[in-house]
């Protein structure tokens, strides 16, 4: 299954161009019931807002859907939708809301200022891939317990918990291609001592610097 990216948690941004006030949300959805969700959200709560502008982008399906909400068409929707379709980012929600200051932005303006709302909002919420993670756990010595650590990062991993007893049990999640080579690493630094053992693979997004 090819990786794909949806965000990593929901944010709020808001920035002032020539008196207007833009106000970003970004969500992970699942559905269209769900963004429609949030976008009702957002326009019972800003309801004196001059525009809500949105888009929404659904890995299931391919489906892509945006409103410029009064704004001159091309400049508000369109232009948001496009922010998540560079960065492949999917199972997103993104509305934007604007209230009119008194001074018009024109039509390079609005696209500017939208497009902006949009970045802002997803810079914020950050992004985790969608990929098969495999779950592991590992037995091992409390002197070989750093090793370990420093393993799981090498292979692109991420610790989960660390239970201590008459050895450590840590347990962590790696990219399901990586476990093999991980594990055969692992018999070899150790001389066969050690072998960490699989759990299960999941499908799931988990959060990552980019």
């Not at 970003?24 to 001059?50: C, L, P, T």
């Not at 391919?62 to 909400?69: E, F, K, L, P």
């Not at 068409?73 to 009119?100: D, I, K, S």
Request: aromatic share 10%; net charge negative; charged share 30%.
């Amino acid at each position: 299954m090819a990786e794909y990216y949806v965000p990593a948690r929901n944010s709020e941004t808001e920035f002032t161009e020539k008196r207007s006030r833009f106000i970003g949300h970004v969500w992970r959805v699942e559905n269209e019931e769900e963004a429609r969700g949030r976008i009702a959200e957002m326009k019972a709560k800003y309801h004196d807002a001059r525009h809500n502008c949105w888009c929404y982008v659904l890995h299931e399906g391919n489906i892509t859907r945006y409103s410029d909400d009064g704004e001159p068409q091309g400049t508000a929707g369109q232009p948001m939708l496009e922010v998540f379709q560079r960065e492949g980012v999917e199972n997103v929600c993104c509305v934007v809301t604007r209230y009119f200051g008194g001074v018009l932005l024109g039509t390079g303006g609005l696209l500017r200022a939208y497009t902006r709302s949009a970045k802002d909002a997803l810079t914020e919420a950050g992004v985790a891939p969608v990929r098969l993670w495999t779950e592991l756990s590992l037995d091992c010595p409390y002197n070989f317990l750093e090793r370990m650590k420093q393993e799981v990062e090498r292979a692109q991993g991420q610790l989960g918990e660390i239970a201590y007893g008459e050895q450590v049990c840590l347990r962590a999640m790696l990219p399901a291609e990586k476990f093999e080579d991980f594990a055969a690493r692992i018999t070899e630094l150790t001389a066969g001592q050690l072998a960490p053992k699989k759990l299960e693979d999941r499908l799931e997004a988990r959060p990552v610097e980019k």
